[in-house]
C-alpha cells in the first residue's frame, strides 16, 4: 500500500475548509513530491471555490483558474500537484459512486473529509486504479488504518 504525508497544519486547513463550507462539498489541491509506488508527501494545500453547480451540494469542481495558476507557479520547481481534497458532508469519507465516475488522474491521490453534523470526523485517503475501476486505500501517515487522527492540535 503506498502512503501520503500530511502536516497537522494541512489537517487543519482541510479541516476547515469542510466545515465552513457545509451543507455543500468543500474541494481543492495537494501539492508536493512524490508518487504512489513511493508515498505522497504534500507541502501545501491550496484551496479552491467549488464551481460545482450550486443547485448540487453534493458534487464538487476545482475551479480551473486555480489548478493552472497552481501548475504554473510550480514550474521548474521540484513540486507538483499530487492529489486534491474534498468532503462529503453527512457522509462517510469513502469514495462514492460518483467520485469513481469523474475520477480521471490515476497518479493523484483523493483526500475525502467525512462530516457528521457539519463537524468533520474522518479523513482518508485513496488513489484510482490504474485500470479506473476503483479506488484503493492510501495509508494515511500521521495516523492509522487509513485514517488521519483527528483533532489535530
Not at 505522497?40 to 493552472?68: G, L
Not at 453527512?90 to 465516475?101: I, W
Amino acid at each position: 500500500m503506498s502512503s501520503i504525508r500530511l502536516e497537522p497544519a494541512h489537517i487543519r486547513q482541510i479541516t476547515a475548509a469542510a466545515e465552513a463550507a457545509t451543507p455543500r462539498e468543500c474541494c481543492g489541491l495537494l501539492v508536493g513530491t512524490g508518487n504512489p509506488a513511493t508515498g505522497i508527501v504534500v507541502t501545501e494545500v491550496v484551496t479552491s471555490t467549488n464551481i460545482a453547480a450550486a443547485d448540487r451540494p453534493d458534487r464538487f469542481e476545482v475551479d480551473p483558474e486555480i489548478r493552472f495558476r497552481t501548475m504554473r507557479r510550480l514550474e521548474g520547481t521540484p513540486l507538483d500537484i499530487v492529489g486534491h481534497y474534498h468532503s462529503h458532508p453527512d457522509h462517510p469519507p469513502d469514495p462514492s459512486a460518483t467520485d469513481l465516475a469523474w475520477a480521471f488522474e490515476p497518479e493523484l491521490a483523493w483526500l475525502i473529509a467525512g462530516l457528521r453534523n457539519g463537524r468533520v470526523t474522518a479523513l482518508k485517503a485513496f488513489r484510482l486504479t490504474d485500470d479506473g475501476t476503483a479506488f484503493h486505500p492510501l495509508e494515511a501517515l500521521p495516523g492509522s488504518e487509513n485514517t488521519f487522527d483527528l483533532p489535530l492540535d
